[in-house]
């Protein structure tokens, strides 16, 4: 996770509808999307517990990092998004309570990327991003990348309003992020155990983060690709 911005995607997709999703997602968006000049890497996560559950949804993160922040406001995404492919368009229509954030990368330590992924969404109370900010870059990410079992962690803040699209306006508008803690690691327990001590809800907002009606989430890494290993045309 080292590009100085992100696309940062959360969804959910029913549980009958996840295994097309995937084979899509990896066949045909995903080398769609890193053939936009300026798309780095786009990276697949999936809740932990719900990979094959017979739950009622799949909860998904996709990462997509790009050169810059411009990337995701250039002409060549924009015509991606407005001229969706015929699967791309039906696959839209399954999509459940996105939330699309287009960032800057504000903070980062460590390199690589770890089977497993905790993301932190959260937003600052009014007159608290000072705060909050200083704790997380200068308390938090010191050193965290080195502990056993973790390998990165990325803070990303939204810094582009994103606008009305043909795929978002087939699948409903989306909704966005403020801002996202990122920490990817080897060990599960490692990273798990981060959502529920020194990174818990309770100890952002013991530094003055607004409550959030979106808590942390584990992850596991089910498919990346970089824009150097797409298929090359003969």
């Known amino acids: 996770m080292s590009a100085p911005a992100a696309l940062v995607l959360l969804f959910d997709i029913a549980a009958d509808v996840a ?12 080398p769609e999307r890193l053939g936009i000049p300026g798309f780095r890497r786009g990276t697949r996560w999936i809740a932990r517990g719900t990979a094959g559950a017979a739950s009622a949804a799949v909860h998904y993160c996709v990462v997509y990092e790009v050169a810059s922040i411009a990337v995701l406001d250039s002409t060549a995404y924009r015509t991606r998004l407005d001229h969706p492919t015929p699967w791309t368009s039906a696959m839209m229509r399954h999509y459940q309570g996105m939330r699309r954030a287009l960032c800057t ?18 937003a600052p109370a009014k007159e608290a991003q000072g ?28 810094a582009l309003a994103a606008e009305m699209t043909t795929e978002q306006a087939i699948r409903g508008r989306d909704a966005t992020l403020h801002s996202a803690l990122l920490v990817t690691g ?49």
């Not at 295994?19 to 995903?30: F, G, I, L, S, Y």
């Not at 809800?201 to 824009?227: K, M």
């Open 186 to 234: 080897y060990d599960e327990a490692a990273v798990a155990a981060l959502a529920v001590g020194e990174l818990a809800p309770a100890r952002f907002a013991a530094h003055g983060a607004a409550a959030s009606e979106i808590g942390p989430r584990v992850y596991r890494q089910a498919y990346s690709l970089a824009a150097n290993e797409t298929p090359v045309s003969s």
């Open 19 to 30: 295994a097309e999703h995937d084979d899509w997602h990896t066949h045909e968006h995903m």
């Open 131 to 158: 705060e909050i900010d200083r704790w997380l870059v200068d308390d938090i990410l010191p050193g965290l990348a080195q502990r056993p079992g973790l390998a990165a962690a990325r803070l990303y803040r939204n």
């Open 105 to 122: 990368l504000e903070a980062g330590v460590g390199c690589g990327l770890g089977s497993t992924l905790l993301v932190i969404p959260f």
